[in-house]
């Protein structure tokens, strides 16, 4: 399993926007492939334009196909990013699951 975090900071005052996009997107594109194993945003209420992105794929091809997706580059790639000051890429293993 490959699990990948992303903490994303946005543009100010763009909290609404880019929740109502991430919304939009679920079903589209994670929602609908079988490698995408969970898909979960966070909004932190103590920070303002602020999310946190936790995905579970099948593994690398399964996140290739995440990421290639129409979806994924009209949504995500495309108007999301342009809501976005900085995020990051994380890589994790899992450890522990009950």
């Known amino acids: 399993m490959l699990t990948k975090v992303f903490p994303i900071q946005l543009k100010d005052g763009k ?8 919304e939009e997107f679920a ?3 994670p929602g609908a492939e079988d ?6 945003v966070y909004r932190d209420p103590a920070r303002a334009d602020y999310l946190l992105f936790v995905e579970h ?3 690398q091809a399964a996140y290739d196909a995440h990421t290639g ?3 994924y580059r009209e949504l995500i790639a495309g108007r999301f990013a ?3 000051v900085e995020f990051v890429e994380l ?3 899992l450890l522990v699951a009950l």
Request: aromatic share 6%.
């Open 91 to 93: 890589d994790h293993e």
């Open 15 to 22: 909290q609404a926007e880019a929740e109502a996009l991430v």
């Open 82 to 84: 342009g809501m976005v």
């Open 35 to 40: 490698g995408t194993l969970s898909f979960r």
């Open 27 to 29: 079903p589209k594109g």
């Open 57 to 59: 794929f099948a593994d």
């Open 69 to 71: 997706s129409a979806a």
